[in-house]
C-alpha cells in the first residue's frame, strides 16, 4: 500500500472510534497513533502513561512534554508489575505479566472516562521479535491501528516528519527490565542501576544506550559506530567511574554493537539446539 493510502487508512480507522484511550510511552509509534487520534477525534481522546521502576524518568517527562505539544488530555497512572511475583521471576514471557498489568489498569481508566476503545503502538516490525506483550494486548482487547494499516517502523517515522512531530527521530526503547537476562530475578536495585548507568552514558551525548545487567557486570552496547568514542579524550575512564558508582563492579563494551532485543539472542539460539 502507498504511503498516502496507509495515512489515509489510518486516519479512517482511528476516526470510525466513538473515543479512544492511547497507551502512550512517549515513544515516536504512540507519539503518532496519539497525534492521528487527536486530530480525527478531538476531544474524545484520553492519553495515559504508566509510571513504574521500570520506565525510566526522563520517558515520564517526555511524555508530558509531547502531550502538552499535541494539546491533548494526559493522566501518568501507577503499574504494579513490580509486585507480582511472575513478572519478578524474570521468564521469557515477563512483558505478557506486564502488559496485562497494563491493560488491566486502562481498562479500568477506558471505563472511568466512558472511553470505547484503547489503542497501542505496536506496528508491523514488531510481530517479528519475540514479544509476549502482543498476546496481552489481544488478549485485552487493545487495537494495534498501525498494524491495521500496514505500518512498519520507516512508515512511522516517515509520516511522523510529514506531520513535524519532534520525536520522529527518537530511538526505540524498552523497559528497564529487558536490560536483565531472562531468570535473573527482577529488582529495583538492579533497575535503578541500569538507568543511572544509563543517564550517565546520554549525558555524553549518546543517543542509543543499552547496558546489559550481567550480576556485577555491565554490558554497554551502542551503535557500531558510537563505540570508539568511547576512547577519546579518555571518556572510558569517567564512564568506568560512574557506572562503577552506581554499583557494578566490571564494565565491559560489547563489540557486536547496539542489538535491539538482544536479550532475545539466547531464545533463538536454543531453539536452533532443539
Known amino acids: 500500500m502507498p504511503p498516502e493510502n496507509k495515512h489515509r487508512d489510518l486516519e479512517s480507522r482511528i476516526g470510525k472510534l466513538e473515543s479512544a484511550l492511547v497507551a502512550f510511552s512517549g515513544g515516536i509509534d504512540s507519539t503518532l497513533v496519539l497525534a492521528v487520534a487527536s486530530k480525527v477525534l478531538g476531544k474524545r481522546v484520553l492519553a495515559i502513561t504508566a509510571e513504574s521502576d521500570s520506565v525510566p524518568e526522563r520517558e515520564l517527562q517526555t511524555a508530558r512534554h509531547l ?21 519478578l521471576k524474570n521468564p521469557t514471557n515477563r512483558c505478557y505479566y506486564c ?51 500496514g505500518f512498519n517502523k520507516q512508515d512511522v517515522r516517515n509520516l511522523a516528519r510529514e506531520m513535524d512531530l519532534p520525536n520522529w527521530q527518537k530511538p526505540a526503547l524498552a523497559c528497564l527490565s529487558s536490560r536483565i537476562p531472562y531468570g535473573q530475578p527482577i529488582t529495583t536495585k538492579k533497575l535503578s542501576m541500569i538507568e543511572e548507568a544509563e543517564e550517565a552514558l546520554l549525558a555524553e551525548g ?69
Open 67 to 87: 502531550a502538552q505539544i499535541l494539546k491533548v488530555k494526559h493522566k501518568i497512572i501507577r503499574t504494579e508489575e513490580m509486585s507480582s511475583p511472575s513478572y
Open 99 to 149: 502488559k496485562s498489568e497494563l491493560y488491566g489498569k486502562l481498562s479500568g481508566v477506558a471505563a472511568e472516562h466512558k472511553l470505547t476503545s484503547i489503542l497501542n503502538g505496536i506496528n508491523l516490525d514488531d510481530l517479528g521479535d519475540h514479544r509476549p506483550g502482543i498476546t496481552a494486548a489481544k488478549d485485552a482487547g487493545v487495537i494495534s491501528p498501525l498494524v491495521e494499516s
Open 206 to 274: 549518546f543517543r542509543q544506550v543499552r547496558v546489559r545487567h550481567h550480576g556485577d557486570t555491565a554490558r554497554i552496547e551502542l551503535p557500531k559506530e558510537n563505540i570508539s568514542d568511547l576512547f577519546k579524550n579518555s571518556l572510558f575512564e569517567k564512564i568506568n567511574h560512574r557506572l562503577q558508582k552506581t554499583g557494578f563492579k566490571y564494565v565491559t563494551v560489547d563489540l557486536k554493537g547496539y542489538r535491539s532485543g538482544s536479550l532475545n539472542e539466547v531464545l533463538n539460539l536454543n531453539e536452533t539446539q532443539v
